[in-house]
Nanobody, 128 residues
Framework: QVQLVESGGGLVQAGGSLRLSCAAS????????MGWFRQAPGKEREFVAA????????LYADSVKGRFTISRDNAKNTVYLQMNSLKPEDTAVYYC?????????????????????WGQGTQVTVSS
């Protein structure tokens, strides 16, 4: 069983920055690929970013590429999402997911169904 707890969400003006954190339980965090997804009201959950178990490979949605950075600290069992140049359309609940069933050297997954565990989410609201 893996427990994930997101934090760092909040209200920010357009153009501002936030850093989300996702703390994971368990001693094998370094074996998980991790991802961030988001869901806006009335919309389906969408992929934001993913990082492989070592941190050596990352993948981003086109909508956030160049603005968001995913990273991880395996010693702290934590994955981060640094969000810069935020836009009102980034407003959503952000979820982190952990995939334990397999890992990738080069991260390619963008499907939520590929992840095994989820956090409770953290709200990000960007005002115009």
């Amino acid at each position: 069983q893996v427990q994930l707890v997101e934090s760092g969400g909040g209200l920010v003006q357009a153009g501002g920055s936030l850093r989300l954190s996702c703390a994971a339980s368990g001693r094998t965090f370094s074996r998980y690929d991790m991802g961030w997804f988001r869901q806006a009201p009335g919309k389906e959950r969408e992929f934001v970013a993913a990082i492989n178990w070592s941190g050596g490979s990352t993948l981003y949605a086109d909508s956030v590429k160049g603005r968001f950075t995913i990273s991880r600290d395996n010693a702290k069992n934590t994955v981060y999402l640094q969000m810069n140049s935020l836009k009102p359309e980034d407003t959503a609940v952000y979820y982190c997911g952990a995939r334990i069933r397999y890992t990738q050297v080069v991260i390619t997954t963008t499907r939520g169904d590929d992840f095994d565990y989820w956090g409770q989410g953290t709200q990000v609201t960007v005002s115009s």
